[in-house]
């Protein structure tokens, strides 16, 4: 394939979005970055690809095999964690689990080649106002992204439906310039009503995402990885076909691709 020519004159990047890893994710167990690492790709092909998640793991565990792939292919990838988890280790401060999560997420980001962004809401507390959307748009416009891929908003919980609904919120706010995938964490307890559109083999990086999420010592990763994050890797793969996968819902199937 061609990668510096555009037959149809748009821009570069509109191009490479709509058709480069357009044909990949439609077509079931190809990689998002099937076909865009082959030929020298140059600078000015490289995608933008956003995570929005509520705490630091919640994106390694909903998103992490595609943002690996993406950003193994060249690709510049961030994640945006809305708290630093100051609620999420009992005994601790806030200040105290936020300075612990937030080395453990940049930890997690190495492994994943990613970018960590702390948006600077705080974990249990969650706000969803219209400072906040402003705040969210924002932070996204800078970002400049091709793709976001946030939490599913029908979720038990509160923080995870806060960062689904500003991105959603913000992806209204700027005109729907970026695509808008939803992930699931710990379905069926906390995810819930989830029918995926796509489905992503993550085979390939399975070890490299659970590395990533084992950097977050302070969650018990064992213990989440074997009892959740890993069966649903493996059920999203048989209902792929094999392998191990994660799904996805585009907000706006009929456009074709994540």
């Not at 705490?55 to 690996?68: F, K, M, N, T, Y």
């Not at 690709?75 to 806030?94: C, D, F, M």
Request: hydrophobic share 40%; glycine share 10%; proline share 5%.
């Amino acid at each position: 394939m061609e990668m510096n020519a555009d037959p149809s004159g748009k821009p570069r990047r509109d191009f490479l979005r709509s058709s480069l890893l357009g044909m990949a994710a439609l077509t079931p167990g190809l990689s998002l970055v099937t076909g865009s690492v082959s030929g020298g790709k140059q600078e000015a092909g490289k995608l933008k690809v956003v995570c929005v998640g509520a705490h630091p793991d919640d994106p390694e565990s909903g998103c992490g095999g595609v943002l690996a792939q993406y950003a193994n292919a060249g690709h510049q990838v961030t994640i945006v964690y809305l708290t630093r988890g100051e609620a999420g280790i009992p005994g601790k401060s806030h200040d105290e689990a936020a300075a612990i999560r937030t080395l453990e997420a940049e930890k997690a980001c190495k492994i994943l080649k990613a970018t960590p962004v702390f948006f600077g809401q705080i974990d249990g507390s969650t706000v969803m106002d219209r400072p906040q959307i402003d705040k969210m748009a924002g932070t996204l416009e800078g970002l400049d992204p091709d793709l976001v891929i946030t939490h599913w908003a029908v979720d038990s919980h509160p923080d995870h439906q806060v960062a689904g609904m500003l991105s959603f919120q913000s992806w209204l706010r700027l005109k729907r310039k970026f695509r808008l995938a939803f992930f699931e964490v710990n379905a069926g307890y906390q995810t819930m009503q989830f029918r995926p559109t796509h489905y992503i083999n993550i085979t390939g990086v399975a070890d490299q995402k659970k590395l990533a999420l084992y950097q977050h010592v302070s969650q018990n990763p064992d213990e989440i990885y074997h009892q959740h994050h890993q069966l649903m890797q493996q059920f999203r793969g048989r209902e792929l076909g094999g392998g191990e996968a994660e799904a996805y819902i585009l907000l706006d199937a009929s456009a074709g691709t994540l």
